[in-house]
Structures are given as structure tokens and as C-alpha cells.
């Protein structure tokens, strides 16, 4: 028996406090059955479906097989750990918001959950009411955004939760990074003129310059082009994301 099927604390969606969107969908990674038993009734008890599982394999398959609206992720599990299950998830296209739960004072962890693709952390121990609180905020960046996604060769995009892969390895980028290439992929095979990209990043700042964008596309070229991604330079005129062709032996 596991322990999700020992402790069933569902609640029906009717029973959501005002404020909580119905049957937010929860799946609690943790092998401490009793801190799992305490976060499986205070997160139930705000409304939310909740599920839980003791370990790194367990929380895979339950992932793959139902739909999550959200995770909170213990790193400490027995087998795979936290981490790991974090990284398959995410290099699997799996872009449901991710809480992890660390030691306190473990700075490295922090950092290393959040560059594997965590959305917030939680050091242990925790009161109650604030990982309810982080839940809430989590569930309401996350809630319906699963995809639209953009696929150029071996580059994925989900622009809603704006997570890249390159390869299915997480790609990192930063925010007007993400801006002039997101505008790239919607024309590819046509010029973009360097006003045309300013235009679509603006909003992010006033002093963007046309020499800004150009450092923007040099570091899209540094991560891309070793995965046969090209953006040719135009000149006097802007950019053009080239049509992605798998490289043949020949
Ligand atoms: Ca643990």
C-alpha cells in the first residue's frame, strides 16, 4: 500500500476557500510520513486535491501518468533523489511549477534546484501557513499554463511557463534574451529588422539600444549554434532565424 492510498484526504472541489481556484491539482514528494500526513491536511484543508508519494519513483510515474497542477518536492528522498527527479521532469517537457523543500542553510541546494528548473524553495523546517502561502502563489502562476509551445529543431519553448529546451537539456536565458528570440521564431525565414526586435522587447526597458540587441544575439548564438541553430546577421538591416535542418552524414 502506498501512501498516498493510506492517507486519502481529497477533498472535493466544492470545498475550496474563497480565493483558491477549484481542485488545483497537488503531489506532495516526501518520504517523512509524517510531515507528508501534516502538509497533506493543511494543503487539503486550502482546497486543494492532494496526493502524495514516498519517493523519487513513485512521483515520475505519477507525473507521466495523471496531470499535476502543481509539485512539492522533497530533495532528501530515498533512491533518486529530489534533484534528479526534478531534472527528468524537466528535460522530459514536464513544465508544472515546482517547489522544493531543502535543509535550512543549505545554500548549494537552493541554487541547485533552482538552476534544475525549480519555481521556489522552502527550507526545512517550515510553518505551515508560509509553504500554504508559496503553494498559492505557485498555483496561481501555474494554474491552465501548459504550453503553447514553440519547437525549432531541437529547441522547445513553453511561452507560457517561458522554460526552454535545448536538446531536452534545460536551456537558460534571460529575460530579453527570451524576447528577441521568441520574435525570431515567429518569423523565421524572414528579416527582422533590429526596430522590429527593439519594438517587441520594449516594455522591458527605455534605453534599449540597437547595439543592445546585438549583444542579445551573439549570446542566442553562443547557446544555439552548437545545436546547428543559425541566426544570420542581415546587414545595415536586422536578423533572420534560419530554418532548422537536421545534419546529415552526407
Ligand atoms: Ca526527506
Same mark, same amino acid.
Not at 142 to 148: A, D, E, L, Y
Not at 172 to 187: G, H, K, Y
Not at 210 to 223: C, M, P, Q, T, W
Given at each position: 500500500?502506498?501512501?498516498?492510498?493510506?492517507?486519502?484526504?481529497?477533498?472535493?472541489?466544492?470545498?475550496?476557500?474563497?480565493?483558491?481556484?477549484?481542485?488545483?491539482?497537488?503531489?506532495?514528494?516526501?518520504?517523512?510520513?509524517?510531515?507528508?500526513?501534516?502538509?497533506?491536511?493543511? $494543503?487539503?484543508? !486550502?482546497?486543494?486535491?492532494? &496526493? @502524495?508519494?514516498?519517493?523519487?519513483?513513485?512521483?515520475?510515474?505519477?507525473? %507521466?501518468? =495523471?496531470?499535476?497542477?502543481?509539485?512539492?518536492?522533497?530533495?532528501?528522498?530515498?533512491?533518486?533523489?529530489?534533484?534528479?527527479?526534478?531534472?527528468?521532469?524537466?528535460?522530459?517537457?514536464?513544465?508544472?511549477?515546482?517547489?522544493?523543500?531543502?535543509?535550512?542553510?543549505?545554500?548549494?541546494?537552493?541554487?541547485?534546484?533552482?538552476?534544475?528548473?525549480?519555481?521556489?524553495?522552502?527550507?526545512?523546517?517550515?510553518?505551515?501557513?508560509?509553504?500554504?502561502?508559496?503553494?498559492?502563489?505557485?498555483?496561481?502562476?501555474?494554474?491552465?499554463?501548459?504550453?503553447?509551445?514553440?519547437?525549432?529543431?531541437?529547441?522547445?519553448?513553453?511561452?507560457?511557463?517561458?522554460?526552454?529546451? $535545448?536538446?531536452? !537539456?534545460?536551456?537558460?536565458? &534571460? @529575460?530579453?534574451?527570451?524576447?528577441?528570440?521568441?520574435?525570431?521564431?515567429? %518569423?523565421? =525565414?524572414?528579416?527582422?529588422?533590429?526596430?522590429?526586435?527593439?519594438?517587441?522587447?520594449?516594455?522591458?526597458?527605455?534605453?534599449?539600444?540597437?547595439?543592445?540587441?546585438?549583444?542579445?544575439?551573439?549570446?542566442?548564438?553562443?547557446?544555439?549554434?552548437?545545436?546547428?541553430?543559425?541566426?544570420?546577421?542581415?546587414?545595415?538591416?536586422?536578423?533572420?532565424?534560419?530554418?532548422?535542418?537536421?545534419?546529415?552524414?552526407?
Amino acid at each position: 500500500m502506498t501512501f498516498a492510498q493510506a492517507q486519502p484526504m481529497n477533498q472535493s472541489p466544492g470545498a475550496s476557500r474563497p480565493g483558491i481556484l477549484p481542485a488545483v491539482r497537488l503531489l506532495i514528494v516526501e518520504d517523512d510520513t509524517s510531515l507528508a500526513t501534516g502538509l497533506m491536511r493543511a $494543503l487539503s484543508n !486550502e482546497g486543494y486535491d492532494v &496526493a @502524495a508519494a514516498v519517493n523519487g519513483e513513485e512521483a515520475l510515474a505519477r507525473v %507521466r501518468s =495523471e496531470p499535476y497542477d502543481l509539485l512539492v518536492l522533497d530533495i532528501g528522498l530515498p533512491g533518486i533523489d529530489g534533484f534528479e527527479v526534478l531534472r527528468r521532469l524537466r528535460a522530459g517537457g514536464y513544465a508544472l511549477p515546482v517547489l522544493i523543500l531543502t535543509a535550512r542553510d543549505a545554500v548549494d541546494d537552493r541554487v541547485r534546484g533552482l538552476d534544475l528548473g525549480a519555481d521556489d524553495y522552502m527550507p526545512k523546517p517550515f510553518a505551515l501557513p508560509e509553504l500554504a502561502a508559496r503553494v498559492r502563489a505557485l498555483g496561481r502562476r501555474g494554474r491552465g499554463q501548459v504550453g503553447p509551445r514553440i519547437v525549432h529543431g531541437p529547441l522547445v519553448l513553453d511561452t507560457a511557463a517561458r522554460r526552454a529546451w $535545448l536538446n531536452g !537539456e534545460p536551456l537558460e536565458m &534571460a @529575460a530579453r534574451e527570451w524576447s528577441v528570440l521568441q520574435v525570431l521564431l515567429e %518569423r523565421v =525565414e524572414r528579416t527582422v529588422s533590429k526596430e522590429a526586435i527593439i519594438e517587441a522587447v520594449a516594455g522591458l526597458s527605455d534605453d534599449l539600444s540597437l547595439n543592445a540587441i546585438e549583444v542579445y544575439v551573439s549570446r542566442l548564438r553562443a547557446k544555439l549554434e552548437p545545436a546547428g541553430i543559425r541566426i544570420r546577421t542581415v546587414r545595415g538591416f536586422g536578423y533572420m532565424l534560419l530554418e532548422h535542418h537536421q545534419r546529415s552524414a552526407g
